[in-house]
Nanobody, 121 residues
């Protein structure tokens, strides 16, 4: 069983930055593909960014390319999402997800509880 715990969300003004963290339990974190998704009020959950087990490849939704950066530290069992130039439309609950075969694609095996990000205009 893998547990994922997100942190770093909060309230920020438009144009500001936040860095989300997702700490994972388990001794094989370095073999997992990791991803971030987000769900805005009244909307479906959507993919934001994904990263391979090694960190060698990262993938982004078109809506966040050049704005968000996903990274990971396998020594710390943690994946990050650096979010810059935030806009009100980035307001959502952000979820961390893990896929144990190392391939960053649906479906993901484990999900965190989410962290709220609110961007004020």
């Amino acid at each position: 069983q893998v547990q994922l715990v997100e942190s770093g969300g909060g309230l920020v003004q438009a144009g500001g930055s936040l860095r989300l963290s997702c700490a994972a339990s388990g001794r094989t974190f370095s073999s997992y593909a990791m991803a971030w998704f987000r769900q805005a009020p009244g909307k479906e959950r959507k993919f934001v960014a994904g990263i391979t087990w090694s960190g060698g490849m990262a993938y982004y939704a078109d809506s966040v390319k050049g704005q968000f950066t996903i990274s990971r530290d396998n020594a710390k069992n943690t994946v990050y999402l650096q979010m810059n130039s935030l806009k009100p439309e980035d307001t959502a609950v952000y979820y961390c997800a893990a896929r144990t075969d190392g391939v960053p694609r649906l479906p993901y095996d484990y999900w965190g509880q989410g962290t709220q990000v609110t961007v004020s205009s």
